[in-house]
């Protein structure tokens, strides 16, 4: 995953989808990030609700995550980040009063760049084929 330097708050940087067969409220999932974002500059937004992941990306259901931009993304203060993302499951048994969790941690990789960092080795490279 990459974002751009002084990405507005909301910016999507990625999507998180977890599978799984049940339907209805056992099957969503909750997320959230817990490591790897010191500066709170990403957040993961879980679907439904206002300004949930239905609201960001559209057609979301409640195992769809959407990484965003939530703070100030500064290159020259931090060029990567490896966020830790947990995926938890909660199972209700409705005839008892009986809540199980499932966890699970995945790692993202999120590099920072600067807009016109891409398109400066482009140009550098074709440059340097006309001089040789």
């Keep these: 995953m990459s974002v751009v330097e002084e990405s507005p708050s909301g910016t999507v940087v990625g999507t998180v989808i977890a599978s799984d067969p049940d339907a209805g409220d056992n099957a969503a999932v909750d997320f959230a990030i817990v490591d790897g974002d010191d500066d709170g500059v990403f957040d993961v937004i879980g679907a439904g609700g206002e300004?949930?992941?239905d609201d960001v990306i559209g057609g979301g259901d409640s195992r769809t995550g959407v990484i965003v931009v939530k703070g100030r993304v500064d290159r020259e203060k931090r060029e990567e980040y490896l966020l830790t993302v947990r995926l938890e499951k909660k199972l209700q048994v409705t005839c008892k009063v009986l809540r199980l969790y499932s966890t699970w941690l995945f790692g993202f990789q999120?590099?920072?760049?600067?807009?016109?960092?891409r398109n400066v080795k482009s140009v550098k490279k074709k440059f340097d084929n006309l001089v040789s």
């Design 110 to 117: 999120i590099k920072c760049f600067r807009p016109y960092e």
């Design 51 to 53: 300004g949930g992941a």
